[in-house]
Structure formats: C-alpha cells, structure tokens
C-alpha cells in the first residue's frame, strides 16, 4: 500500500524510479547518486521512530523522522518494509529542534514528516523498517512536462520485532507546528496529534502555567484490520509576554478513554514583528487634523436634508447572526419612521434588501487596520457619507464597525454600539484580522471610540466583562435582543411537522439533531460531526444529525465534507446556508452547539421560540440562557469526550421529557426575548438624537 500520497503522479514517477532500479532494494536507488554528487553538500536525517529493536504490532503503524539538504528541498519521502513500498510523504512540517541545530540550512523549515506503515495480516516476528529522501531535482521541469524525483537519500532503518499482543507502535504522537519566532502579545498557536483512538481535548501551557484549552479539530482517518488511526489539528491562544527573551508552550492530550500524553515542549524566540514604515506621531496628528477641517467645512456647505438619518455601521452584508440582529432591529426601527444610512467593509445578499427599503449603502472595502493614513481616509469617506445624508446619530454593530463608530464621534454624533464578539480587547484584532498587523494607531482609535460611546449594548453578561474595564462609567449594559415571535408562532402553527420531516428526509420516529450556523472552526461542526458518529450508544439509537450552513467553495465547508465522508454515516447531513430556516426548527427535536466563542447565538433563541431543547457548550452567554436538566444541556468546550457524553445524555432522554424541555425553554425565550424590548431600547437612544431640533423644542 502506498498511502497519502499527492495524487497519482507521484506514484506515477516513483514507478518510474523502480523500473530504473534491479529489484526492491531501495539501497541500490541511494548508489546511484554518485560519490561526487553525495558529497557536494550536507545532508542531515534521522528515522526517529521505529529505533533498532523497537516492537512493532500487527496491522498499521507509525513512522516518521526529519531529513535536510544543504540546498535541496524534499520531494518527498519513501517508507519501505523489508524492501517493499509501503508508503510515500509529500507533507512535511517544520521540527524546531532540526531548524536550531541547522539553522544556516535554507530548505530546514519542512524537514519532519510521518507516516503510516501497513503490516498486513502476514505472520512475521521481524520488520525492517527504511526511509528514502527524494531530494528536488536540479532543474524544475518545464510546463506541462510530468515532475522528476530528484537524488535519493538514505533516512535510516531499523530493525523491529513484531508482536501480534502489542499495539501500533510511535503512538500517539503530536507536535506544535512551529514559526520561527513568536511576538509579545495575543498569538496563536496550533500543532497535530495522532492516536488509535480520538483526542479529545489539548490543554496548553505557556512557561507552565496553564494556557486553557486549544481548538481540535478531527482530520484524516486510516485503518486496517481492527486498527484505526485518528489524527487531529489543534490550535489555541496564548498571552506572550512583552520582554520576555524566549518562552516554553507545551501541551497534554487527553484521549478519549481518559488517558494522556505530553507533547514535547517548543522553546520559541519572542522578538516584536518588524513593522512597515509608517507616519509618525506629528505626521497622522496632521492627516487628522485635515479630516476634521475637511469634514467641518463639508458639514457648513451641506444642505440637511428634510429627513435626518442614523448612521449604520456593520461588519458584513452577508447572512449570519449579528447581520441578523442588526437586519431585524432596521426593520422595526423603520416602522416607527427612523431613517438610515449603512457602511460596511464587505458587501453581502442584505445589501438589494436594503436599497430596496430606502436605505443607503457604501461598501468601503476592507478596513485599513495596518495602514494608518489609509485608516484615516477611510473614515473620513465614512464621515462624509454620513453628513451627505444628514446622520444624526450612529449605530455601530460589531467590534469590527470601529471605523464607523470613529468617524461618526468626529463629527459629534452620539454613538450607540452593539457588541456581539466574546474575545478580550487585544486578542479581538487577532481574531478579526489574521495575519495582518494593526498598527497602533489603529488599535488606540478604536479603545478611544469604545471610552467615547454613549452605550455599549451586550447579549450576555459574561460578553460585557471582557470589556468593561474600557468603557466609560454605566456605558455598558445588556440587552436581551429577541426574535419574531409572531411569524415563528404562526409557522409552527400553520406547517404540519410531520409532512415537513417527510419532505426534508427526516425519518417519523429520529430524533432529529440540528446544527444552525455557518460552518466555521469556532462553531465546532468537525467535532460535533466526530461525537456523534464514534458514540456506540448513538450508533444503536435511531438517530440523525443535519448540519445547515454550508457554503460552497470555501474551506471549512470542505473539510467537513470530507470528514463526513471519511465517517461514512448516513444518518449526517450537510446543508447550505439558506434563508427559509424556520422549517429545520420546526422539523428537528434538539438543537445541538458545539461552539468555544459564542455571545449569545441567535439559532438559539429561534430553536426555543419553537419549544426546542438546546445542548450546547457552556461557553458566554448561553449558561445564562439555558439550564442544564431543565431547558437543555451542557458540557465543556473543547472537549471531545464531553461533547459526545452530552449526545449521548440527549439520546438517552425519553421524548416526552424532551418536550417538557422544550417547553421551558419556550417559556424562557418568550418572557425575556421579546424583540420589543431591544426594540424600544435602541428607540430610546436613537430616535431622540435624530428628531429635528424644532421638534425637540
């Protein structure tokens, strides 16, 4: 068998080197480098696992090592037993021990990889195991011309016993995908793990002290025989000290049997990224001083039009929660005759609703969080949209709207601003922007915008702590928002449930699981996916899980297809994102959350407006929305084993005792998520700063 391979053409130019080779020995491809060849640069390599007299077990096992040319880059990496293929790496990730030891190496940053071996079911008592380095070639092919494999080179072997009463050998095993450097501040880190049976959790440490836990994520999935080997991603945040020299993360696996493993430790440089060249402290003073003249002589040559406006500021014009929240409080707000004008930094489906409701919008194009005079044109184009359109007051929605929010508090405008992101001020800028490095120009204007705003409105108590300490005295508070409650009761009682399951493919008699919510890492889908297909209580229960919130093309979307492929249950379901979501509610049982940041979900409260329990993490806001045994269930995030005890709970309860939790939670969400609350909430910081000054008297 030659495993995880590249595709086929691989396969096809490793058959090519066979043909040039006399029989299986993989020894004699490494003489045909020449004397000279060999010697005309350094080659490191080792077989780390197996070592000389390891015992192997029956069936599939790991190997794997490092190997580094001087100027040759792997192609890839062939593993034999006894002589015979077995398998071929094109993957390779960086080993920090290799990369100091080898520094002046410039290939050094892709020297480890892993594999694995498939013994077969032939009786042996002895195993020789070989790797083979296939180093670039000198000269890259052309266009359209079939890949050669380069040099080879000669890894290691060993020679192992093998014992049909062990297990697989080199397991588990895991390690930190490693940067050469870390910076001081909120960073992430991520790594892989592989085991014979799932990881259910990683907790991290940084210098020893405990880091919380990391984010895993299931991956690929071998197996032969009665042996299966499960590999994982995981990733997680840490705090990096400022002027710290160099510190230690390491990190224990918990499988889910309960047993553990410690990764090797990764001692990481820290050194401040190296920033562009940008304007200093006078030059930007300068730049906004212009804005501001700008915008004031704007301001005094505008006519104000008849009708004032509020000033929107969003994220995201796409479908989603906090677009949601933010859709549903324009449409009542506009009943009751206020005006608005909309800036958002991405276009989306909401944006021809919009228009078509008479509300401007201006796509401003990503925010220039590294780029500070690009940072202060963009508010100032902001600015000017909103005097255009005689903005009285601001609305922002989302952390990410502080353009906004600072362009309208330029212009004295009160600001009110929804906050739905549950992340600590300074990892915020991680999560919302990646990679790239928000100058801190950037980031003071926002903490300043967040001191000035009238109100700071949160879904959850435990959202607002995260910020508060930023806010200016009684600026933060919380709101409960609420849904349509009219049109959910009137669907409910108006589509018959069990002619929907039928047209939806839900079986009469399953208890129908429902995960809402865009497929992305941190609402946990590959995990929920993993719990439910590996429970053997849930394989015997007539079950099934469907998935709404697929978007096509985009990776997170793929890797669960291809993890719910890999499980090869039927009873898991993918779906898209669509707007007609009322019927998933009405025809599912549970609705079931597997996210590790979540403020306050709006699926949530719309699965209990149709008297549906939850079981969900216990993660922000939601422990202040559901009770355990009462209107739902919970569990610990980012862990595997309690997500699927949760399942397993769920299953466990008899249907009528779930209706009574659905009930409740009904009772919950009718009496404290009433959309007029929040309605009149926003109406009362809004509406009055808008009214034309006649007549407020």
Request: glycine fraction near 10%; proline fraction near 7%.
């Amino acid at each position: 068998m030659l495993s995880r391979g590249r595709g086929t053409r691989w396969r096809a130019a490793l058959r090519g080197r066979r043909r040039r080779t006399a029989g299986p020995d993989w020894e004699a491809a490494v003489e045909e480098t020449s004397a000279d060849e060999r010697h005309e640069a350094r080659w490191k390599a080792r077989l780390d696992t197996p070592v000389d007299g390891a015992v192997l077990g029956p069936s599939i096992n790991v190997v794997g090592g490092w190997a580094v040319h001087e100027w040759r880059r792997l192609q890839g990496v062939l593993v034999t037993v006894d002589g015979r293929p077995q398998a071929f790496v094109t993957e390779f990730h960086e080993r920090r021990d290799v990369a100091r030891r080898w520094a002046d190496f410039p290939t050094v940053d892709r020297a480890g990889w892993t594999a694995e071996v498939d013994l077969g079911d032939t009786p042996r008592t002895e195993a020789v195991v070989s790797a083979y380095a296939f180093l670039e070639p000198r000269r890259r092919p052309l266009l359209g011309v079939p890949p050669r494999l380069g040099p080879v080179r000669h890894i290691g072997s060993a020679r192992c016993e093998v014992r049909s009463d062990v297990g697989p050998s080199g397991l588990p095993v895991g390690h930190f995908l490693q940067p050469d450097q870390l910076a001081p501040g909120y960073v992430r880190v991520a790594g892989m793990a592989k085991a014979t049976e799932d990881v259910a959790s990683v907790e991290l440490r940084l210098d020893g002290r405990p880091a919380g836990p990391a984010r895993v994520t299931p991956g690929l999935t071998v197996g032969a025989g009665s042996v299966t080997i499960t590999s994982c991603r995981f990733d997680g945040v840490v705090e990096v000290p400022a002027g710290a020299g160099t510190v230690s993360v390491s990190a224990t696996a918990t499988l889910v049997s309960g047993r553990t493993f410690e990764l090797d430790p990764w001692h990481a440089e820290v050194r401040a990224p190296v920033s562009p060249v940008v304007p200093d402290a006078t030059r930007l003073a300068l730049v906004r001083d212009r804005s501001v003249a700008r915008l004031a002589a704007l301001a005094r040559g505008t006519a104000q039009p008849d009708e004032p406006r509020v000033l929107v500021a969003t994220h995201d014009l796409n479908l989603g929660g906090g677009q949601l929240y933010l859709h549903e409080l324009m449409r009542r707000l506009a009943r009751r005759g206020v005006r608005f004008a909309l800036t958002s930094p991405r276009s989306g489906v909401l944006v021809d609703e919009l228009e078509a409701l008479g509300v401007p919008v201006l796509v401003t194009g990503p925010t220039q969080v590294a780029d500070p005079e690009a940072y202060e044109a963009q508010v100032a184009d902001i600015a000017a949209w909103s005097v255009q359109h005689g903005c009285r007051s601001v609305l922002a929605n989302t952390m990410t709207a502080f353009a906004g929010a600072d362009a309208g508090l330029r212009l004295g405008l009160p600001l009110v601003w929804a906050v739905h992101e549950s992340y600590p001020f300074g990892q915020f800028w991680m999560e919302a922007f990646g990679a790239a490095v928000a100058h801190e120009y950037v980031v003071e204007r926002a903490r300043q915008s967040l001191a000035a705003a009238a109100r700071v409105v949160f879904e959850a108590g435990s959202t607002r702590d995260l910020l508060e300490p930023l806010l200016a005295p009684g600026a933060g508070v919380v709101v409960p928002y609420g849904v349509d409650l009219l049109a959910i009761e009137r669907f409910r009682d108006g589509v018959d449930r069990a002619a929907l399951r039928a047209e939806l493919g839900i079986r009469p008699d399953a208890l129908a699981l429902l995960c809402m919510g865009t497929v992305e890492p941190r609402k946990g889908q590959l995990g929920l996916a993993q719990a439910f297909a590996r429970s053997g209580p849930l394989r015997g229960a007539d079950a099934q899980l469907v998935f709404v919130g697929a978007v096509d093309g985009t990776p997170d979307t793929e890797d669960l297809h291809d993890l719910v492929a890999g499980l090869d249950d039927p009873r898991i379901r993918v779906e898209p994102v669509q707007p007609d979501i009322h019927r998933w509610y009405h025809a599912s049982d549970v609705l079931v959350c597997a996210s590790d940041v979540e403020s306050l979900p709006r699926s949530m409260l719309e699965a209990m407006a149709f008297g549906r329990p939850v079981a969900s993490t216990a993660v922000f806001g939601i422990p202040e929305l559901v009770t355990d045994g009462e209107s739902g269930f919970l569990c610990r995030d980012r862990d595997l084993a309690a997500l699927r005890a949760m399942l397993e709970r769920v299953a466990g309860t008899g249907r009528e005792a779930l209706a009574a939790m659905g009930a409740r939670a009904r009772d919950v969400v009718t009496s404290r998520h009433d959309p007029a609350v929040y309605e009149r909430y926003y109406a009362d910081q809004l509406v009055a700063a808008v009214e034309p000054a006649a007549e407020r008297g």
